[in-house]
């Protein structure tokens, strides 16, 4: 079989230059908490991502535990099926009930027309999902909560750099999180980070990550050790002057992917959106077996077969796992858009290393008779 095509490759800095900041970092022997790369990054983020405070984190998941800490989050949590599980994996460690809405099939983001209705006295905060990087219904979430009091927390996992007329979503809602995981389109091997408002909100996150200390001897809250360390930060550092390039090289691919499919029929795409500026994270295609000819699984195995590992992102839906599957927010009666997108979805390779020959060997499996 040729060469293995896979979903991603993660964004390396040049190992000599990374190699000159550990020198540093062992000349120094201060190897993390709060160390000078990691209050550089902090700093840099704040001004690539134009966002006003930022607080690092180790993973992406430990800052949506954390940021329904913050809040004080309690009863129920207003959440979309269709994401990563650590979206509603955070708000089950928090002792809260995820409640789960449908999703709008022209963005797969929360359908702010249907969190409404599954609003009642418990709840206290939304969590809807930047998916793909497709910026989520934020003026409507936004209505809705100021309406009943709620707290917006935005799991913008995959919304790094994305922009709208200007300005950052991360700027959105209460709270956002990011994931700087080796899949993602800017990372440090794992990491992610909280974005906030103000400094106040800053400190007490700050706290919240290293254990709730504010000081050599008082501790403030039930806090978590989500610290990154020196070394990711330096990582971190390097990647970012990269990273503009990199998301170009992306953009690249997506052109080409956009026009080899365009008139195949029963294959779906999201387009450019105008005004926003996209990271191209990931490229969902979605395939509507009638037209297609085929089913997508039966597309994703051959695929498979052929060296071209695609991924079914986000097949199965939280919802319908072990955990989650009980409530009566997670019966697929409730999510008929989210199910549907789940059973047609592929993400096609992409990373800035992926070869002008690997995209055609893509498109050519997927044209096949
Ligand atoms: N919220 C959302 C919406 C998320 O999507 C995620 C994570 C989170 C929260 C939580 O953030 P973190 O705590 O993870 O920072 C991957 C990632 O592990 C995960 O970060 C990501 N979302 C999720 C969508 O995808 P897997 O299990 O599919 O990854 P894996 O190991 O199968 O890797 C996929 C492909 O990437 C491999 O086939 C090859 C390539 N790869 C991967 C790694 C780790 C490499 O080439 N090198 C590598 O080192 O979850």
């Given at each position: 079989m040729s060469n293995k095509i896979t979903v991603t490759s993660p964004?390396?800095?040049?190992?000599?230059?990374?190699?000159?900041?550990?020198?540093?970092?062992?000349?120094?022997?201060?190897?993390t908490n709060?160390?000078?790369?990691?209050?550089?990054?902090?700093h840099a983020l704040c001004e690539y991502l134009k966002v006003p405070y930022i607080s690092l984190f180790t993973n992406g998941t430990l800052p949506l535990l954390t940021a329904l800490q913050a809040l004080r989050i309690t009863g129920e949590v207003i959440t979309t099926p269709y994401s990563f599980v650590a979206t509603t994996h955070s708000i089950w460690w928090n002792g809260c009930r995820p409640v789960f809405v449908d999703i709008k099939e022209d963005s797969c983001g929360i359908d702010p027309e249907r969190v409404e209705a599954a609003i009642t006295p418990n709840t206290t905060a939304i969590m809807p999902v930047h998916c793909y990087g497709m910026p989520a219904d934020m003026d409507r979430?936004?209505?809705?909560?100021?309406?009943?009091?709620?707290?917006?927390?935005?799991?913008?996992?995959?919304?790094?750099?994305?922009e709208v007329n200007g300005k950052s979503v991360l700027n959105a809602g209460d709270l956002s999180t990011l994931s700087f995981h080796a899949t993602k389109v800017f990372n440090t091997l794992e990491g992610g980070a909280l974005v906030m408002h103000d400094e106040k909100t800053k400190q007490r996150i700050d706290y919240l990550k290293n254990f709730g200390f504010a000081g050599e001897t008082e501790v403030v809250a039930p806090g978590i050790n989500s610290k990154m360390d020196e070394v990711r930060a330096a990582y971190g550092l390097l990647n970012l002057k990269q990273v503009d390039d990199a998301i170009a090289k992306r953009q690249h691919i997506v052109q080409r992917y956009r026009e080899a499919l365009r008139d195949v029929p029963g294959i779906r795409f999201f387009e450019d959106t105008p005004g926003v500026r996209h990271n191209y994270i990931y490229f969902p295609i979605f395939i509507s077996e009638g037209q297609y000819g085929c089913s997508r699984d039966e597309l994703y195995f051959r695929m498979?077969?052929?060296?071209?590992?695609?991924?079914?992102?986000?097949?199965?839906?939280?919802?319908?796992?072990?955990?989650?599957r009980g409530l009566p927010s997670a019966t697929p009666s409730n999510l008929p858009v989210a199910t549907k997108i789940a059973n047609e979805v592929i993400c096609l390779p992409i990373h800035p290393n992926l070869s002008d020959e690997d995209i055609e060997r893509i498109i050519n499996e997927i044209k096949k008779p």
């Open positions: 964004l390396l800095p040049d190992l000599d230059e990374f190699h000159s900041m550990l020198k540093e970092i062992w000349d120094s022997k201060w190897v709060n160390g000078q790369f990691h209050k550089q990054l902090e979430i936004q209505e809705i909560a100021d309406k009943y009091g709620l707290k917006v927390i935005y799991d913008a996992a995959h919304a790094f750099g994305v498979k077969e052929h060296g071209i590992w695609g991924r079914r992102y986000f097949y199965p839906l939280i919802s319908t796992f072990s955990t989650y």
